[in-house]
C-alpha cells in the first residue's frame, strides 16, 4: 500500500507547525488545506492570573484548588511575569491549598510548596466536594479555582451552594487565532461537497478539536459539520485527541500506534483511501459513520451503483489468493502471523476489558480485531482472531491462558485412560469462531483473503499432554515412544474435530485454511513420518477444496520434504530454511510462505528492508511466494516496523 494520498483533500488543524504538515500532506501527494486552529498565549496577557495574584497578595483568598498539574505551573509562571517567584510561593503559604490527586502536588513541589491536602483518588469532583466537606467547609470563605482548558460552571455552582464566594481563575495556554478565515474555510470545506470537499480531517491536538466545535457554535453550523463528517476520514494523533473527537460525537478512523504528527500523515496516506472508501460506502449504506465499528460495514454494491474506487473487487482479484495457486502476481503478498495482538496499542484497550478466552468468544470482537489488524497494516490477508487450543475445551479439557505462562491445560492427558475419557467433540461448541468468520467476511473487502487455522495434531497434543508450554516436550515424545496405540489414539480423536472444525470454518467464509504446527520441529523425520505424518494427510485430505490449505511448521527444514507428502496447497517455513534451497527441494508444483525472522523488527527500517530484499531475491520471482513471519509479533515490537515491513514487501516486490 503506497504512502499516497492520491491528489485527495487534507485539512490540517496545526497552528505552530502548520508548514511542516502542509509539506508532509504535499510530499504524500494530498492537497492540503491548512487550517490553524490555536494560538498560544503570550503568559504575561493572563489577565486573570494576575488578578488572582493581586487578590492573593491582599489577603483575600482562603482556599485555592487546583485543578491539573498543567495548569498549576502555568499559572506560577503568569504571575512570574510580572512578580517575583518568592512573593508568590510565600503569599500561598498562608492560603489553604487543595490538590486535585498527585500532578498538582509535583507542580507545586516546584515551587518549594505543599498542598494542605489531597483529594483521594479518583480525584474526581465527588472527591474534592467530600474532601472539603469533611476537612474544610467553604462556607463564607473565598474560594480560587484554577481552571485549566475550560471553565466547569457546575463546579463553582456546587461551591457556591455551600455558601462559598468563588474566584474562577481561569489560565490559559491557547487561544482561537486571530484570523479564523483559514479554519472557517476549512469548516466550509468539511459541510459543503462542491467547495473544495474535504476528504481527510486530521487532528493533532485535543484543543483543535474544541476550537474547531467552538468556531461552528458560534455560527450555528455545529450540527451541519457533525453530519458532514460523516462523509470525511478522521484521523487522530494520539489518545487525548481522540478523546477529544468522540467527546464531540464523532469516530477517530484512524490513529498510529505512535503518537507522531509523521506517523499520522504517512499512515492516513497510507491506509487513509482505503478508510475512505469503507466509510463513504457505509454512509451510503445508511450507517451512522459518527458512530461505526469496522463490523458494521458490509461490502454491498452502492446503491447508486458507484462505488468510490469506480468498482466491485472480488476475492478473485486477490493477490493472496493467486500465489496459493502459484498464480502471477502484480506484488509479493504479505500477511503476519499474529498480526492482531499486544503489539497494538488498539488491541491492548480492548485487552483491558475482555480476557483473552473472552475476546476469543464474543465474535463482534473478535472479528473487530482480525479487521483492525488489516486495516492498519494493509496486508493481503486477514486471519480470523481465534486460538489452536480453543479445540481443547469440546474435547473437555479446561483451557487458561495464564498471564506471564501462557496457555495451561489443568488436566493434561497422559494415559490411555486419560485419552479414553476425552468427551465425543461437539464442533458446534466452536460456533462463535464460524460467526466471527462470518462478521470478519461480511466486512472485510472483497479483494482481501480470509484466512481460518486450527493447531496440527502434534501442536496441540504437545499442549495437551504437557498441560502447557514446554522445552523439550519430553512427556509428549515418551507417550510417543512407550505408548504408541495411546498417542494414535489421541492423534485420531484430534484429526476427526480439526477437519470437521476447519469445513465449517470454511464454509463460514474462511477463504483459505492454515496448520499450525509450530512445535513439530522438535520432531526428526523418522519420527515425523510414523508419529505426524499420517495424521496430517488425513487432515488435509478431509479439508474442502475449494479452499487452500497452508501446512505451517518451524524450526527444522529436514521436515520439509515430509510435510510436502503430507499435502498442502502452500508449505509454510520459518527463517532457519533457506527459501532458494527449500523451494529446490520442495518443486515447483508448489508454493511457499516464508520466512524473515521476526526479530528483524526490532532493528530498524533500513535493515528490515534490505532482508525483505534478500528474501525477494531467493524467492527470484517465482508464482507462488506469500511473505510471512517465521513466528508471531511480540508485544515489544514497535508496530510501525511492522507496517515498514508490510510496505517494504510490497514495493520491493512489485512488478
Ligand atoms: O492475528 C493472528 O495471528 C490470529 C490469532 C492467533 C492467536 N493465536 C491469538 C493469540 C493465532 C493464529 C494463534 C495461534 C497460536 N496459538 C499458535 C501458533 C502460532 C505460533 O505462534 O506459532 C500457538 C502455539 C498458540 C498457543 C498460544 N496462545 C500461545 C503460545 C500464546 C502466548 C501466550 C503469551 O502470553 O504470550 C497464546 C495466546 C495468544 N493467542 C495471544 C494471541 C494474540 C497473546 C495475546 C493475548 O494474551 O492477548
Redesign the pocket.
Given at each position: 500500500m503506497p504512502i499516497d494520498f492520491k491528489g485527495l483533500n487534507v485539512v490540517s488543524f496545526e497552528s505552530r507547525k502548520s508548514t511542516e504538515m502542509a509539506e508532509l500532506i504535499k510530499a504524500a501527494s494530498g492537497k492540503p488545506i491548512i487550517a490553524p486552529s490555536m494560538q498560544e498565549v503570550a503568559l504575561e496577557h493572563n489577565t486573570e492570573a494576575l488578578a488572582f495574584a493581586e487578590l492573593l497578595f491582599s489577603g483575600k483568598i482562603d482556599v485555592l484548588i487546583l485543578m491539573t498539574g498543567v495548569g498549576t505551573r502555568l499559572l506560577a509562571k503568569a504571575v512570574a511575569a510580572k512578580y517575583l517567584n518568592e512573593k508568590f510561593a510565600q503569599a500561598l503559604e498562608s492560603t489553604q491549598i487543595v490538590a486535585l490527586g498527585p500532578k498538582p502536588v509535583i507542580a507545586l513541589r516546584e515551587l518549594g510548596l505543599a498542598p494542605t491536602m489531597i483529594v483521594p483518588k479518583p480525584n474526581t469532583w465527588t472527591d474534592l466536594l467530600s474532601t472539603l466537606d469533611q476537612r474544610l467547609p467553604v462556607q463564607g470563605k473565598t474560594v480560587a479555582v484554577q481552571e485549566y482548558g475550560h471553565s466547569d460552571p457546575e463546579l463553582i455552582k456546587t461551591l457556591e451552594d455551600r455558601g462559598a464566594k468563588v474566584v474562577p481563575v481561569p489560565v490559559y495556554r491557547w487561544a482561537l487565532p486571530e484570523d479564523l478565515g483559514p479554519l472557517r474555510h476549512a469548516m466550509k470545506c468539511i459541510i459543503d461537497e462542491d467547495a473544495q470537499g474535504a476528504d481527510f480531517a486530521l487532528f493533532t491536538s485535543s484543543t483543535q478539536v474544541r476550537h474547531l466545535f467552538d468556531v461552528a457554535k458560534a455560527d450555528g453550523k455545529e450540527s451541519q459539520l457533525l453530519d458532514a463528517f460523516k462523509r470525511v476520514c478522521i484521523g487522530s494523533v494520539g489518545p487525548v485527541a481522540s478523546r477529544a473527537i468522540v467527546e464531540q460525537g464523532l469516530a477517530v478512523d484512524y490513529e498510529p500506534d505512535t503518537p507522531k504528527m509523521s506517523h499520522l500523515v504517512r499512515e492516513m496516506a497510507r491506509r487513509g483511501s482505503d478508510l475512505l472508501r469503507k466509510k463513504r460506502t457505509a454512509f451510503q449504506n445508511g450507517i451512522d459513520t459518527n458512530n461505526w465499528k469496522r463490523i458494521h460495514m458490509a461490502w454491498q454494491p452502492d446503491p447508486k451503483g458507484q462505488n468510490v474506487s469506480g468498482g466491485q473487487p472480488t476475492i478473485e482479484d486477490s493477490a493472496f489468493m493467486k500465489a496459493c495457486r502459484r498464480e502471477p502476481t502484480p506484488y509479493t503478498p504479505v500477511w503476519?502471523?499474529?498480526?492482531?495482538?499486544?503489539y497494538q496499542r488498539e488491541?491492548?484497550k480492548i485487552?483491558k476489558k475482555v480476557?483473552?478466552l473472552e475476546?476469543?468468544k464474543t465474535p463482534e470482537l473478535a472479528a473487530e480485531?482480525?479487521l483492525m489488524?488489516v486495516d492498519r497494516l494493509g496486508v493481503d490477508a486477514a486471519?480470523?482472531?481465534?486460538?489452536?487450543?480453543l479445540v481443547t475445551e469440546p474435547m473437555g479439557l479446561g483451557l487458561e491462558?495464564?498471564?506471564?505462562?501462557?496457555?495451561v491445560i489443568d488436566n493434561p492427558v497422559r494415559t490411555r485412560q486419560d485419552v479414553d475419557r476425552l468427551t465425543e467433540p461437539d464442533v458446534d461448541e466452536l460456533s462463535y469462531v464460524f460467526d466471527a468468520i462470518r462478521i470478519t467476511r461480511r466486512a472485510l473487502r472483497p479483494d482481501i483473503a480470509l484466512i481460518g487455522?486450527a493447531?496440527a495434531p502434534f501442536?496441540i497434543a504437545s499442549?495437551i499432554i504437557e498441560g502447557g508450554?514446554s522445552r523439550d516436550y519430553a512427556k509428549t515424545k515418551a507417550m510417543m515412544y512407550r505408548d504408541k496405540a495411546t498417542w494414535h489414539a489421541l492423534m485420531d480423536r484430534m484429526t476427526k474435530i480439526l477437519v470437521e472444525y476447519l469445513n465449517c470454518q470454511i464454509a463460514a467464509g474462511a477463504d483459505a485454511v492454515?496448520l499450525?504446527d509450530?512445535?513439530v520441529g522438535a520432531l526428526c523425520p523418522d519420527d515425523y513420518r510414523q508419529y505426524v505424518l499420517p495424521h496430517v494427510r488425513h487432515i488435509i485430505d478431509g479439508i474442502d477444496k475449494s479452499a487452500p490449505v497452508i501446512n505451517?511448521s518451524?524450526g527444522n527444514p529436514a521436515l520439509l520434504p515430509l510435510m510436502k507428502q503430507a499435502g498442502g496447497d502452500v508449505i509454510g517455513l520459518d527463517w532457519r530454511a533457506d527459501l532458494a534451497e527449500a523451494w529446490s527441494l520442495l518443486g515447483d508444483d508448489v508454493a511457499v510462505m516464508g520466512n524473515i525472522d521476526p526479530v528483524v523488527l526490532y532493528t530498524s527500517p533500513e535493515e528490515i528492508r534490505s532482508q525483505v530484499q534478500a528474501i525477494l531475491d531467493k524467492a527470484a520471482g517465482r508464482p507462488g511466494h506469500i511473505f510471512n513471519l517465521g513466528?508471531?509479533i511480540?508485544?515489544d515490537m514497535p508496530p510501525e516496523h511492522v507496517a515498514e515491513l508490510v510496505d517494504a514487501v510490497h514495493e520491493l516486490s512489485a512488478r
Open positions: 503476519i502471523m499474529r498480526q492482531a495482538g499486544r488491541y491492548l485487552r480476557t483473552l475476546l476469543c480485531v482480525t489488524a486471519i480470523i482472531f481465534a486460538d489452536i487450543l491462558f495464564v498471564k506471564g505462562e501462557g496457555p487455522f493447531g501442536t499442549y508450554k492454515q499450525f509450530s512445535w505451517f518451524t513466528h508471531g511480540s508485544p
